[in-house]
């Protein structure tokens, strides 16, 4: 009986607390919505509303008046071109670096691998920080060229791990068999191991994309010529500089139709639409990853 | 089974050893090869910088370089220590980020408690996207989220609290406000993302340990507090060992993007410090310094964060 009685003691409070996580689930993925959905709303809204501050959740009077102000701006497309070229180029460099350092690190029998693995795995922990960075940017003549965000990113020594590991997980017997078919080093790794590698390839280019298109401090601290800036630097401007999205200081007199959020949420908003679009991407490879990785552990 | 797989396997190692040996040597050259192009860059953009700290010990300037500018010795570290702006940097920067951690370490451990509660997978799965993806928006965009809501004029959160008929708060310009505004948005970028490594080593607690508890009759909140904590406290420790390490360096690009004159003197911390001086003012041998003292003491609080844990816990990072 009193065992009984302690039974449904014990449920209730297991059925409290369940219905409690839920509840803070719900209140937190909220707290991470709103924002989000305001954002969005306030770039749609009329003018009047958004200044009298009459906008909650839903956008009210539709519009898209900032939209057609925003996209006609050669500035933002200046700035989007940049952040563009830094993405494609930093990712194609960034994965190329990637794979030919884990290749060769992938083998155990390498002679001098551990020490090699001990010079780009120090470098995670340590680094010469913001000046000497900026010498070395300066002397090589890279200021302002975008090229100067590129390169130094393009080393990752985190995705280059990722790769090594998976590649450490390849039977050595599809290489034996390839060497016994007379193929050489170069000609395993572009014919063999590239196509198995498909799938890790695939999750730290997006590790790259995300990262380049990110970017915000080498470009701030590489990059002072307005024509070579990108995206975030630029959406920075927008944001807490009140310019204009075509790169006047004077948001408040941009445009009497528009209020000057509505237009600084629409640079935001038209951002981060990259990221949103790949979101379902990045979850799902990241599964992946997980996946992999605990196969592995 | 597995075992007996493995260990036929080591023999058939043995046996073919000799000739995989000179296969493999062939391959070496071509190996290195092709692991050059990245050694190459990782020299240039990381090492080449590293040694280059060396010029907190010079009178560094542009013109004569590294190898020419003059030697001062400790001169330079002599200067930070007797100038109030580096005390007022460094204080900020250590309030900044034990406020932060007072979050960061609890947070995503209470939240993957409760996302391991929801049995319901579609639910759980939309909680979860809604919660990771603040992590993949830059700061500069966050910054941009948090401007609209708290703006003055409007702003989500200054309509609410003249609701309950508060004044309006200028949070991005207030020094009162402006850290509360640092470490809430740093929680909503990254709190969410923070719960998948501690759901992974939840998920890896023995299920017997579970299965035993409920026949002895422990509740939910037992069972989580006598087996699931302790099984995640090691998790736990080297996280928080992680952020302890990065404590001097942290928050630094969020407050770049977000912080502004009005707040310097509660939001300066040290990187943003060695960015302004140090670029803007070409004053790069004294704030190479600062950078290298910033370095030493998130180093030396990894060591003896770690010494103690291991001391008292038994874990440690090493």
């Known amino acids: ?297 | 089974m597995a075992q007996k797989v493995a260990h036929g396997s080591k023999v058939d190692n043995l046996v073919v050893k000799p000739q995989r040996r000179i296969s493999t040597r062939n391959g070496f050259r071509q190996l290195y090869f092709i692991l050059f192009p990245a050694l190459v860059m990782l020299v240039i953009f990381k090492y080449i910088p590293i040694l280059g700290i060396v010029i907190a010990f010079q009178d560094f300037n542009i013109f004569d370089g590294v190898f020419k500018s003059p030697f001062v010795g400790l001169d330079h570290f002599e200067r930070l220590f007797s100038n109030p702006d580096f005390y007022s940097v460094l204080s900020n920067t250590l309030i900044i980020n034990f406020y932060k951690l007072l979050f960061w370490v609890p947070l995503p451990v209470i939240f993957a408690l409760f996302l391991n509660e929801v049995r319901l997978l579609k639910l759980r799965s939309t909680f979860q996207t809604t919660m990771y993806l603040p992590h993949f928006l830059s700061w500069v965009i966050v910054g941009g989220i948090f401007v609209n809501i708290l703006a003055v004029n409007g702003g989500l959160i200054n309509e609410l609290i003249e609701l309950i008929g508060g004044k309006p708060i200028k949070f991005m310009y207030d020094t009162n406000w402006f850290r509360h505004v640092i470490v809430a948005s740093s929680m909503w970028k990254e709190v969410g993302w923070g719960t998948i490594v501690y759901l992974a080593a939840i998920s890896s607690v023995d299920p017997q340990l579970y299965e035993q508890a409920k026949i002895d009759g422990a509740s939910k909140i037992r069972q989580i507090w006598h087996i699931t904590i302790p099984s995640i406290t090691s998790t736990i420790v080297l996280m928080t060992l992680i952020s302890l390490g990065n404590i001097l360096s942290n928050s630094f690009e969020q407050i770049l993007v977000m912080y502004n004159p009005a707040v310097y003197e509660v939001a300066d911390v040290i990187e943003t410090y060695v960015f302004r001086t140090g670029i803007g003012q070409m004053e790069y041998s004294y704030t190479t310094a600062v950078g290298i003292f910033s370095g030493l003491v998130g180093f030396i609080l990894v060591i003896s964060a770690n010494t103690l844990c291991r001391k008292f816990l038994g874990r440690s990072l090493w």
């Open chain 1, 1 to 297: 009986m009193v065992g009984g009685k302690m039974e449904k003691n014990i449920t209730k409070v297991d059925k409290g607390f369940v219905f409690f996580s839920y509840t803070m689930l719900a209140l937190f993925s909220l707290l991470v919505a709103i924002p989000i959905i305001n954002l969005v709303s306030v770039s749609v809204s009329g003018m009047s509303h958004v200044l009298s501050g009459n906008i909650q959740i839903w956008p009210k009077d539709f519009q898209i008046e900032a939209y057609k102000y925003v996209l006609s701006s050669k500035e933002f497309f200046m700035a989007l071109n940049n952040s563009l070229y830094i993405t494609f180029f930093g990712t194609i460099l960034g994965v190329f670096l990637s794979v030919m350092a884990a290749y060769p690190l992938s083998k155990i029998h390498l002679p001098g691998r551990n020490k090699i693995m001990i010079l780009f795995v120090f470098t995670m922990m340590f680094n010469g920080g913001i000046i000497p960075q900026y010498i070395l940017m300066n002397k090589l003549g890279l200021l302002n060229n975008l090229w100067a965000v590129i390169l130094p990113l393009s080393i990752n020594v985190f995705n280059m791990l990722i790769v090594k590991n998976y590649f450490e997980s390849i039977p050595e017997d599809i290489e034996e068999a390839a060497k016994i078919d007379g193929a050489n080093q170069f000609t395993i790794l572009i014919r063999v191991m590239l196509p198995l590698a498909i799938p890790v390839i695939a999750t730290i280019s997006l590790f790259y994309v995300v990262m380049y298109w990110n970017e915000y401090f080498y470009s701030r601290l590489f990059i002072n010529e307005f024509t070579e800036i990108p995206l975030q630097v630029y959406l920075r401007m927008v944001i807490f500089e009140a310019m204009d999205p075509a790169g006047n200081f004077a948001l408040s007199n941009a445009n009497v139709k528009l209020a000057p959020q509505s237009i600084i949420n629409t640079t935001v908003v038209l951002s981060m639409l990259p990221m949103i679009i790949l979101y379902p991407f990045l979850q799902r490879f990241l599964l992946k990853g997980m996946i992999i990785g605990s196969v592995k552990g």
